[in-house]
């Protein structure tokens, strides 16, 4: 009993001694801002054994908790991108990363980044159209390259499944790009093929607003 | 059923080693886990929960298959209770057939108990396990049998440490070797490595084809053919191991 006593304190003593040096030159030390380095995805991958899927929910942990700390923090966001290739490498179909790794990307003002990742995303489900549409939403709200917005929600539009907002907000890109010509087709073409009353109407008054309604008595619609 | 006796006193042996407080263990770190990714996880609760137990659960039964397998003869050789019961009419195979179905019936028992505790917790956390999960301890169960049969064979050869050691090297190498092929394959290697990568493809077991974790987390259907082959492939593995254990043990003078 008195043995045991001894030892536990020697160990409250010990352990306790150690840890509090050690933390007294963790917190002397001078802190780099942000995340200095992350494994490569392909050694990772690799040696994964398996437990890719846990380990890429390790590393998007790490992700959330480096963002949102940062965030506050004075926004030092180096290393973001890196992190997220680690992730999406490891588990390609971790959606959440794609959804807030984007903004956290675009947020942080690397907006190619964000596409890329929004670009891996797409090419592992080549079917799901909020990639593209995601992408078009970043390029919409971060930059000003709006043609290039147009573009993604185009694709976006021709998958299956997608939000009829997608050629609403691809004719809108095209008509701040300067492109109106396109923004009148696309309107006209979503007059023509929408089976939702609303939505026709809805093209339809932004076709109006464009001086464009002599087209709407000329066509008719193909649903 | 002579190794029906050696199966039980291995059982009751792991249950004398309070292996089942792992399960204990699991439900602890599982709940914890869960508690944590709930808060730092950003839109993916549920599926790190679920890769957390499927990891948890593959890895505490390896391990117990492991240590349980590299322990047993050795342990057996230390207490000389080989002695005695190989001084009895039975054959060494059925001894190490006894050891292995012994050990078999613990990672049946934990896996059941940690599935049992992952399904609580699961259901505490606002939701049922969804079935699609659940082909994927099976298959954990066979692979932590396939090392079983591997530490009873490293078990005869050498000392538990480097059996284990062993083991945790192959386990590396069996769930790599689909990609140092890949490696090995690209244009402008040298033929020896490639060669080197078609061997290690041909002859180390391939284990990739008994993890179906990231599979099943993400409800993708897993055909009953595939789990069966899978099963049939790992149990194969088995029999070879305890095979090669069996001629090991019969070299030595016990």
Redesign the interface.
């Known amino acids: 009993m008195r043995a045991s006593l001894q030892a536990l304190l020697i160990a409250a003593v010990g352990f306790t001694s150690i840890q509090w040096t050690h933390q007294g030159w963790q917190d002397a030390r001078v802190r780099l801002p942000g995340l200095q380095s992350v494994p490569s995805p392909a050694v990772a ?10 380990l ?2 390790l590393a ?2 790490r992700f ?2 480096y963002w ?1 700390y940062w965030l506050t923090h004075g926004r030092a966001f180096h290393n973001v991108a890196s992190l997220l290739d680690l992730v999406v490498t490891l ?1 390609p ?5 794609y ?2 790794g984007s903004v956290a990307l675009g947020d942080a003002g690397d907006i190619d980044g964000a596409l890329r990742l929004l670009g891996r995303g797409a090419k592992a489900s080549p079917k799901d159209s909020w990639f593209p549409f995601q992408a078009g939403m970043l390029l919409f709200l971060y930059s000003t390259r709006h043609g290039e917005a147009a573009t993604y929600f185009e694709r976006a539009a021709a998958l299956p499944g997608a939000d009829p907002a997608a050629a609403f907000f691809a004719a809108r890109m095209h008509l701040s790009s300067d492109r109106r010509d396109l923004a009148v087709a696309t309107w006209l073409n979503i007059w023509r093929t929408s089976s939702s009353q609303a939505v026709r109407t809805c093209a339809a008054n932004w076709l109006k607003k464009e001086g464009q309604a002599a087209l709407l008595r000329e066509e008719t619609p193909r649903r | 059923m002579r190794w029906y006796h050696l199966a039980s006193i291995t059982f009751k042996e792991a249950l004398r080693d309070r292996v089942f407080n792992l399960v204990g263990l699991f439900s602890l770190v599982l709940m914890a886990g869960a508690f944590l990714a709930g808060n730092l996880s950003a839109g993916s609760e549920a599926k790190v929960v679920r890769d957390m137990a499927l990891a948890f659960i593959q890895i505490l039964l390896l391990l117990v298959g492991i240590l349980l397998g590299s322990q047993g003869i050795h342990r057996d050789i230390e207490r000389r209770t080989i002695f005695l019961v190989l001084s009895k009419p039975i054959r060494r195979g059925e001894y190490l057939l006894g050891k292995l179905l012994g050990i078999g019936t613990v990672l049946l028992a934990l896996g059941a108990a940690m599935t049992m505790a992952f399904v609580a917790i699961h259901g505490l956390l606002g939701g049922f396990v969804p079935l699609h999960l659940l082909p994927a301890i099976p298959l954990m169960l066979v692979e932590a049998t396939v090392f079983t049969a591997m530490a009873l064979l490293f078990s005869s050869l050498t000392s538990p440490t480097l059996g284990l050691a062993y083991c945790l090297g192959l386990f590396l190498v069996g769930h790599t070797t689909s990609t140092i092929h890949t490696f090995t394959q690209q244009t402008g290697t040298p033929e020896a490595v490639r060669w080197f990568g078609e061997f290690m493809l041909r002859v180390v077991p391939n284990l990739e084809v008994l993890d179906v974790k990231n599979q099943v987390v993400y409800g993708d259907p897993l055909r009953w053919q595939d789990a069966l082959w899978a099963g049939g492939y790992g149990l194969a593995w088995t029999f070879l191991f305890l095979g090669l254990a069996t001629l090991s043990i019969l070299r030595r003078e016990v």
């Open positions: 991958k690799a040696i994964a054994a398996g437990f890719d899927g846990f890429a929910d998007y942990i959330s908790t949102g588990d179909r971790l959606r959440s990363a959804e807030i």
